[in-house]
C-alpha cells in the first residue's frame, strides 16, 4: 500500500471512504515511509504510528478526513505525547490531554502520526536544537529548511503525513513551505483558534495556527477541519483578479536576482488568466521595526520565567531573545502597537484598490547550515538573511491571511515560493488564487520528494 503514498490527502479520502483501502492501510503507508525518509531529514520527533492505531481499534474515523495521516508542530498538545517545543527541560513533559485544535483535527477523522521538529521554544530562523538536532531540507540536506515549523514542512514534502498542522507568527509556516516545495497558509488570526500558551499571548493576533499540504486543495481541505464546528467558510469562493506585484517592497527588500525572475514570470502568467497585474509595494520598515519590538516583548513575557527556570538549560538563541525583550520598555511596546494599528489600516486602504499582494515568499533561496545543532545561519549570512523578513512580517502586522505556494526552482534545484496576502477574512479567496497560481508555475514533482535530491 506504499503507493498511496503519491495520492493527494482528498483522494487518499476519497480511497478511503470508497473502501479501496482501510486507514490501517494508510498508517502502514505512513510507516513505511517514515522508515524510508526520517534518517535523512529528521522531520518527526514523536512517532505516534501505535497511537494512531489504538485509536482505530477504538473506534472507525469518520468525518471530512477519515483516515487521513497528519502530524502536528510539536509545540500544540496531543494526549499521550511529550510537548517539547525542542527544548530539553521539556523531554518528558507529556500531555494529559490534547489542545482543542487537535481534537477538531481528530473528530474530522485525522490521525495524527508524529510531532514535528522545531527550534528550540521556536527561536530561530532554521529548525535545529540540542534535544533533537536538525531538520534536514528534502531537496538539499546542505541548505536550510527554514522555521520554525520546518518539521512540519518536510514531513509533508517527504510525504510521511498528507497534511500537516503548522503554526505562524512571522513567516514560521510560509518560510519553510517555501523552501520545502509545499503549500502552506497563515489564516486571518482567529479563524483557527488553538489553547493560549500557559502564560496567555502578550500580543493577541501575531501567532496563528494553519494547515501545511502538497497542493492549494489540500491545504483547504485541512483548514475546514480545523475550524470550529458551524464556522463559516471566511471569505466569497471568486479568485482575488485585481493584484498588486512587487519583488522587493518597493526596494526595501535586497531580494535576490533569481527569485525575482523566477516570482515575476508566476505573476506574469496570472494575466493570461484575466489577473490584472500592477507594481506597488505598501512602505513596510516602521512596521517591521515594530514588529521585531513585539516579538521581542512577547518572547520575555512568554519565555522569561522559562530563563530564569532553567538557565543555560537553555539555549542561546532563546536566552538572547529574552534578554532583548526584558530591555523593551513599556511605552515602546505601546508606540509599537500603535505603528500595527496604523499599518493595518494603511493595508486596509490598499485593498479597496486591489484584491491581492503578491510577493516573494522568502528573497532569497535557502542558505548553507551548520553540522552543529544552531539555529541561525553563519554571521556572515545572518544580516543579508534577516533583511528579507519584511517579505513575511507585512501580513502579520497587517493582520491578513497570507498563502505560499511554489512557482518553480532556481538553477541549484531550490523551490521557490510565491506568497498571495489578502484582506483579513479572504482566505478561501485566497486559497482559489493559489489555485490558478499552480496552473500556471513552473513544473514541480507531482508526489512526495525523495531525499536528497540535489547532491551534498
Not at 524510508?36 to 485509536?55: F, H, K, S
Amino acid at each position: 500500500m506504499t503507493g498511496l503514498t503519491g495520492l493527494s490527502a482528498r483522494d487518499l479520502v476519497g480511497v478511503l471512504a470508497r473502501g479501496g483501502a482501510t486507514a490501517r492501510d494508510a498508517l502502514d503507508a505512513a510507516g513505511d515511509r517514515m522508515r524510508r525518509v526520517e534518517p535523512d531529514v529528521n522531520a518527526v520527533t514523536t512517532v505516534a504510528l501505535d497511537r494512531a492505531r489504538e485509536a482505530l481499534g477504538r473506534r472507525t474515523p469518520a468525518g471530512p478526513l477519515a483516515g487521513l495521516p497528519i502530524t502536528v508542530k510539536d509545540v500544540v498538545d496531543v494526549a499521550g505525547l511529550p510537548t517539547t517545543h525542542g527544548s530539553a527541560p521539556y523531554r518528558d513533559a507529556v500531555a494529559r490531554r490534547s489542545d482543542p485544535l487537535v481534537r477538531r483535527l481528530e473528530r474530522a477523522g485525522a490521525l495524527v502520526v508524529g510531532k514535528t521538529n522545531v527550534p528550540e521554544l521556536l527561536a530561530g530562523a532554521d529548525t535545529a536544537n540540542t534535544l533533537f538536532g536538525r531538520t534536514r531540507n528534502p531537496w538539499d540536506p546542505a541548505v536550510s529548511c527554514g522555521a520554525s515549523s520546518g518539521g512540519a514542512a518536510v514531513s509533508v514534502a517527504t510525504g510521511t503525513a498528507w497534511c500537516a498542522h503548522g503554526e505562524d507568527t512571522a513567516g514560521s509556516i510560509r518560510i519553510p513551505a517555501a523552501f520545502c516545495g509545499v503549500v502552506g497558509l497563515r489564516p486571518t488570526p482567529g479563524l483557527v483558534p488553538a489553547g493560549d500558551p500557559p502564560a496567555g499571548d502578550p500580543v493577541p493576533g501575531l501567532t496563528v495556527h494553519g494547515p501545511i499540504a502538497r497542493d492549494v486543495a489540500d491545504a483547504e481541505l485541512l483548514l475546514r477541519a480545523m475550524r470550529p464546528a458551524g464556522q463559516a467558510p471566511s471569505g466569497p469562493p471568486a479568485p482575488l483578479r485585481r493584484v498588486a506585484f512587487s519583488t522587493d517592497l518597493g526596494g526595501a527588500v535586497p531580494t535576490d536576482p533569481e527569485i525575482a525572475a523566477i516570482c515575476t514570470r508566476a505573476v506574469q502568467r496570472l494575466a493570461g488568466l484575466g489577473y490584472r497585474i500592477e507594481g506597488y509595494a505598501p512602505p513596510v520598515a516602521d512596521a517591521h521595526r515594530a514588529c521585531l519590538t513585539l516579538l521581542a516583548h512577547r518572547a520575555a513575557v512568554r519565555h522569561g520565567p522559562r530563563v530564569d527556570r532553567h538557565g543555560d538549560r537553555l539555549g542561546p538563541a532563546v536566552r538572547a531573545e529574552v534578554a532583548a525583550g526584558r530591555a523593551v520598555t513599556a511605552d515602546e511596546v505601546a508606540r509599537a502597537e500603535r505603528v500595527r494599528a496604523g499599518f493595518a489600516a494603511r493595508i486596509g486602504t490598499m485593498f479597496t484598490g486591489y484584491d491581492v499582494l503578491i510577493l516573494p515568499t522568502f528573497g532569497c533561496p535557502p542558505w548553507p547550515v551548520p553540522e552543529r545543532p544552531d539555529p541561525f545561519p553563519g554571521a556572515d549570512l545572518l544580516p543579508g538573511i534577516a533583511a528579507m523578513w519584511p517579505l513575511t512580517t507585512l501580513a502579520t502586522m497587517a493582520g491578513c491571511p497570507a498563502l505560499t505556494v511554489p512557482c518553480g526552482r532556481t538553477a541549484a534545484g531550490h523551490p521557490v515560493g510565491l506568497q498571495l496576502v489578502g484582506p483579513p477574512g479572504s482566505d478561501v479567496a485566497l486559497l482559489r488564487t493559489g489555485r490558478d497560481v499552480e496552473l500556471t508555475r513552473d513544473a514541480m514533482p507531482a508526489g512526495p520528494v525523495d531525499p536528497p535530491v540535489v547532491p551534498c
